[in-house]
């Protein structure tokens, strides 16, 4: 949607929270504009939230936007900068923009650069705001689905941020046999869900909460000539197809299956990458063990997954809760940075706030 930046009454307040999210099948290596390698699906978060509220006024400067951003109450010009950048390269899809003077204040429930993915709940809050004002402020009937405008804005910020608009299941990324899945934005996933994978729910075990060794952007580029790059593209399609078959028939043991073997995989092309490097620590895999070992003596279908850092997303039915929760404090906060968890699960996505 193209607007006009002549709107002198731009002026106003708006403020959205939205979740992170934790994919089963790893988006990881991109091409062109932030476009995806390979399709990924993801579980929407509801308890690791970003909050971001805007502030703004019409300014005639036309040499905007001009930004002031706060994170948790304090001036953060580092991530204001990336914020800057971000919406001058925005400008001339949402020409508002530019005559724009806006606060930004922004607050996560979880602490950032920690390997739960902060920029997908950052850059979807942020893409929630900035298609709010367009929309209010610009007068034109829109053009298309507001969650899939704001889905395509926010992977220009952060790729995996795309998934974030939608609660449940999200799927990004272009698939041959689901011709509404796109490359450009993300859709709520083509598939109905068994009851099995309805209520799924994510223990957050952190292992450490320092920012990580390499961010994502680098990760994604030793993508590039990857030796393993071609099977890493077939490997991921073929987990998508089965995926969509398993969350429909509610197939616990495959799933299993195929969402720890996407974490390793992740993992292992950092370790194959050129220079290889590693994010995960001596009690990320005591962990993996325990979840392991108890799912065997348990038949607790407990899994896990990772994301691009040391911390240990335990997937398991809501049914398991109680269980699961007491065996957590039992045996694995004790690999916890100072017994650190987050009692996650799957959540209904962003919510506007007033
Ligand atoms: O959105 P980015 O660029 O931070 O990449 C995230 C990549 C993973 O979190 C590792 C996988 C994914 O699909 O979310």
């Given at each position: ?65 001009e930004i002031d951003f706060f994170f948790e109450n304090k001036p953060a010009p580092d991530f204001g900068k990336r914020i800057q950048k971000f919406l001058e390269s925005q400008v001339e899809q949402y020409p508002v923009i530019q005559n724009l003077q806006m606060v930004i204040r922004s607050s996560n429930t979880f602490p950032h650069s920690s390997g739960i ?90 292992v450490n909460a320092g920012t990580k060794k390499v961010g994502s952007s680098a990760g994604h580029n030793l993508m590039n000539n990857h030796p393993f790059a071609q099977a890493r593209v077939q490997q991921a ?118």
């Amino acid at each position: 949607m193209k607007l006009t930046n002549t709107n002198k009454n731009a002026e106003g307040s708006v403020c959205w929270k939205s979740p992170s999210n934790i994919a089963l099948v790893k988006y990881w290596g991109k091409h062109g504009i932030q476009l995806p390698i390979n399709p990924s699906i993801s579980i929407t978060l509801r308890e690791s939230v970003t909050t971001t509220g805007i502030d703004f006024q019409h300014t005639d400067a036309g040499k905007g936007p001009e930004i002031d951003f706060f994170f948790e109450n304090k001036p953060a010009p580092d991530f204001g900068k990336r914020i800057q950048k971000f919406l001058e390269s925005q400008v001339e899809q949402y020409p508002v923009i530019q005559n724009l003077q806006m606060v930004i204040r922004s607050s996560n429930t979880f602490p950032h650069s920690s390997g739960i993915a902060s920029s997908a709940s950052a850059f979807s809050a942020l893409a929630l705001d900035i298609v709010t004002i367009a929309r209010n402020y610009s007068g034109a009937k829109p053009e298309r689905d507001f969650y899939n405008e704001v889905s395509e804005l926010a992977r220009l910020g952060s790729g995996s941020a795309s998934r974030s608009v939608y609660g449940g299941y999200a799927v990004w990324g272009g698939m041959k046999e689901y011709p509404e899945y796109s490359d450009n934005y993300a859709v709520p996933v083509s598939t109905s869900i068994h009851k099995n994978f309805q209520e799924i729910q994510d223990a957050i075990l952190i292992v450490n909460a320092g920012t990580k060794k390499v961010g994502s952007s680098a990760g994604h580029n030793l993508m590039n000539n990857h030796p393993f790059a071609q099977a890493r593209v077939q490997q991921a399609n073929k987990h998508m197809l089965e995926l969509h078959k398993i969350l429909s028939t509610g197939d616990t043991e495959r799933f299993i299956e195929i969402v720890e073997n996407e974490a390793l995989s992740l993992h292992g092309l950092m370790l194959s990458s050129n220079p290889g490097y590693f994010l995960f620590e001596e009690n990320t895999i005591r962990i993996i063990e325990r979840i392991r070992a108890f799912r065997q003596s348990s038949k607790i279908p407990v899994c896990f997954t990772l994301d691009a850092g040391p911390n240990v997303h335990l997937l398991y039915p809501g049914s398991n809760k109680v269980e699961v929760v007491e065996w957590i404090g039992n045996e694995l906060l004790t690999f916890c940075h100072n017994q650190k968890w987050i009692d996650d699960g799957m959540g209904k996505g962003p919510v506007q706030l007033k």
